[in-house]
């Protein structure tokens, strides 16, 4: 297939192209809907100044509509070739309608192009963790009504500590996923900013309106700097990762509590068989093992976030193709997340605690701080009370 930049006949040699491609082109199938979206909305933009005719936008938003609905079919698919999504519809659109295809690339880059589309993804990513995040912070909120006044132990250096309850236990972590909301508010707002129109990185000598193509793309701005939407490229992601390994910790700790409470040795909580899975040798085990790889996904997304931090630091300003890798860690982590989310909610509710065995375990020990609190209100200093309970 043509690429988009060809002045010639020479060919790229096919070992090369394959290596600056191949891997990317897996991301940028996951990008196609977004990159339609981002030129219906210049097609629009470019009627409204004038370059293209009423009859010519009419054309590209039918072309468009239909990779849309060939995208959703599963039936336009990327393949080594066709160098990346822009260049496959941008052909496609002058095949099928001819001159009209070759005006729609009029006033943007692939560089505004690709930055435009991740954003799209991005922010429909985002609103859906935000969406699971309330959800999972509801079953904890109803798994804390339903349980919450049966009494636990409290431990610190995995020791038995203090008294504590399913309340308290349950509380924390929505606490924790309250905190993690706003983080990742912090990020949405960052990555709700339009790049489309800022071309290579360094503006268009035509009167662009800017301002519409954000609005009709749902971004709450522009970013206005077009420089600076390139370098931000990377800066805003590392930003999103950060605030998805938030909620990848408060999961990996609400995972490791559960493995830890439902082995035979504690035996706190049961899980349903819904939620567990078997061994191929051993007949009496049943393994809560979703827990595990729940617990595991902060360190994927932990690893992900050093890659694109470090794919897109110590790089002069304005693009550099370094930055086509940040794809991968980017979606890859968006994906674990909203999976987790998921995954999590289905465990909690499929929690069931042992009443009696935490009533047992809710030992004499667990109560001498409170005994010592009981004399130092009897007018008992604290470091004599502490001593006599001791």
């Not at 941008?90 to 295809?101: A, D």
């Not at 909620?247 to 819904?274: G, P, R, V, W």
């Not at 890859?332 to 499929?350: A, D, P, R």
Request: hydrophobic share 40%; glycine share 6%; charged share 25%.
């Amino acid at each position: 297939m043509k690429k988009l930049w060809e002045k010639d006949k020479t060919k790229l040699d096919p070992v090369i192209e394959a290596f600056e491609t191949k891997e990317d082109l897996l991301m940028d199938q996951k990008l196609v809907k977004y990159d339609c979206l981002g030129s219906l909305a210049h097609a629009k933009m470019l009627c409204k100044i004038g370059i293209l005719s009423k009859s010519e936008l009419a054309k590209l938003e039918k072309g468009l509509l239909e990779i849309l609905s060939l995208d959703k079919q599963g039936k336009f698919l990327l393949k080594i070739g066709d160098e990346d999504m822009h260049t496959k519809i941008e052909n496609f659109l002058t095949e099928k309608y001819g001159e009209v295809g070759q005006k729609i690339h009029t006033g943007r880059s692939r560089n505004d192009q690709v930055l435009t589309a991740i954003r799209l993804y991005s922010k429909e990513m985002m609103e859906n963790i935000k969406q699971d995040l309330a959800g999972l912070i509801k079953s904890f909120e109803n798994f804390s009504k339903k349980y919450g006044s049966i009494k636990m132990p409290g431990y610190t250096h995995m020791q038995k500590a203090m008294p504590s309850s399913i309340r308290l236990w349950a509380g924390s972590f929505m606490d924790s996923l309250k905190d993690d909301s706003l983080m990742l508010n912090t990020a949405i707002k960052l990555n709700n900013q339009s790049p489309l129109g800022s071309a290579a990185g360094y503006g268009i000598p035509l009167k662009l309106d800017r301002e519409y193509t954000a609005k009709l793309l749902g971004f709450a701005k522009v970013q206005n700097n077009p420089l600076y939407c390139q370098n931000s490229k990377g800066k805003i992601e590392a930003v999103i990762l950060a605030a998805l390994t938030q909620i990848l910790l408060t999961i990996n700790k609400f995972a490791s509590d559960i493995m830890l409470f439902t082995t035979s040795e504690f035996n706190f909580f049961q899980a349903s068989d819904k939620v567990t899975t078997g061994s191929s040798m051993m007949p009496q085990k049943k393994n809560p093992d979703a827990a595990e790889l729940l617990r595991s996904k902060v360190h994927l997304i932990l690893g992900n976030y050093i890659a694109l931090v470090s794919l897109s630091s110590n790089l002069p300003s304005g693009y550099n193709r370094d930055l086509q890798d940040i794809k991968k860690p980017l979606l890859e982590s968006l994906e674990i997340t909203l999976g987790s989310l998921e995954v999590t909610k289905i465990l909690l509710e499929n929690l069931t605690p042992n009443k009696e065995v935490l009533k047992k375990s809710m030992t004499e020990e667990i109560f001498a701080a409170q005994k010592a609190y009981e004399l130092v209100q009897k007018g008992m200093p604290f470091r004599k009370a502490y001593r006599e309970v001791k």
